[in-house]
């Protein structure tokens, strides 16, 4: 499965390049299809929707002769690994363009996904010392948010009880209003995301930004935490931005059952949001939302 990168200085390292059939294949999945619950002007219809893929990418390194380090895992959308896999390692200062002489993805006798995992082959020795120092994690959104193994990104929560109160469909509705009335700094700025919290009859309760969505949901259970009102089961949370895999898990493990979004969900998060017991919402915008999970506690107009 290696991919050896062109070196002629008269073209682009990585548009002369050609696609392996691992990367080739990974496009199929940047989208998939789910069924909604989607409220419309009063009226509840059950359609297809279309998810942005995401899957988890584990980007490793080598020099000649040596093992594979592992870096860092990445959470993004299938397609462009190597591209994606060569750019972080540049940005991140681990390598300059000259280091690079191929991409190499997974076994596939061995994995499902080959193309999850992608070691850069580099011309000279690779300093694993400068990796073990910072143990990162890069998400799709906000950069570093942990240690470097396929493992970490499993879920490590119970699902969320049931609960006894259902949220009118108008609560969250109007959530999105209040929301952007309070960001003082978005105001100022344009360019923060937001994480809301709410009681369950649309009254908010907190709210932090970050230009990172994932900063500003901890910054935003922090607070919650030192106040001594985790879990989080009588809330809901908006946020301004999409719902990643990343966001359902913070949400999970703070015990917010009912996860609001003015954008779109990925796949991963709706899949996750189902394994938790986690109401999962969003396009929460105008006078209509889908419902991706658990819509038991939002009262909907009858279909």
């Excluded at 050896?4 to 940047?30: G, K, N």
């Excluded at 935003?220 to 809901?236: E, K, N, Y």
């Excluded at 966001?247 to 009912?258: D, R, T």
């Amino acid at each position: 499965m290696a991919e050896p990168l062109a070196s002629s200085a008269a073209e682009p390292l990585i548009a002369s390049r050609a696609e392996p059939l691992a990367a080739t294949a990974s496009l199929s999945r940047q989208e998939t299809a789910t069924r909604v619950l989607a409220l419309r002007d009063g009226a509840v219809v059950e359609r297809e929707d279309r998810l942005v893929g995401e899957e988890p990418l584990e980007i490793k390194a080598a020099g000649p002769g040596q093992e594979p380090v592992a870096v860092a895992v990445t959470m993004r959308t299938p397609g462009h690994e190597a591209e994606l896999a060569v750019g972080f390692l540049r940005t991140e200062g681990l390598i300059v363009p000259e280091d690079v002489a191929g991409v190499e993805f997974g076994d596939p006798r061995i994995l499902a996904q080959p193309d999850d995992t992608l070691i850069v082959r580099l011309g000279r020795p690779f300093d694993a010392s400068r990796v073990a120092e910072r143990h990162f994690v890069a998400t799709a959104s906000c950069g570093i948010c942990g240690k470097a193994s396929l493992d970490e990104v499993a879920v490590r929560c119970d699902p969320i009880p049931v609960g006894s109160r259902v949220v009118d469909a108008e609560t969250i509705l109007g959530l999105p209003r209040t929301l952007r009335d309070a960001q003082a700094v978005f105001e100022t700025t344009g360019g923060l995301h937001a994480a809301g919290l709410f009681d369950l009859d649309g009254h908010l309760v907190a709210l932090r930004e970050d230009v990172g969505r994932h900063n500003a949901l901890d910054k935003l259970v922090g607070s919650q935490l030192l106040a001594g009102m985790l879990p989080l089961s009588d809330r809901i949370l908006l946020v301004s931005g999409r719902v990643s895999f990343e966001i359902v898990q913070k949400a999970a493990v703070a015990g917010v059952p009912i996860l609001a979004a003015i954008s779109a969900p990925s796949d991963l998060a709706v899949d996750a949001a189902q394994r938790l017991g986690q109401t999962l919402i969003g396009f929460v915008r105008g006078a209509g939302f889908n419902v991706y999970a658990h819509p038991a506690r939002v009262a909907l107009p009858a279909r």
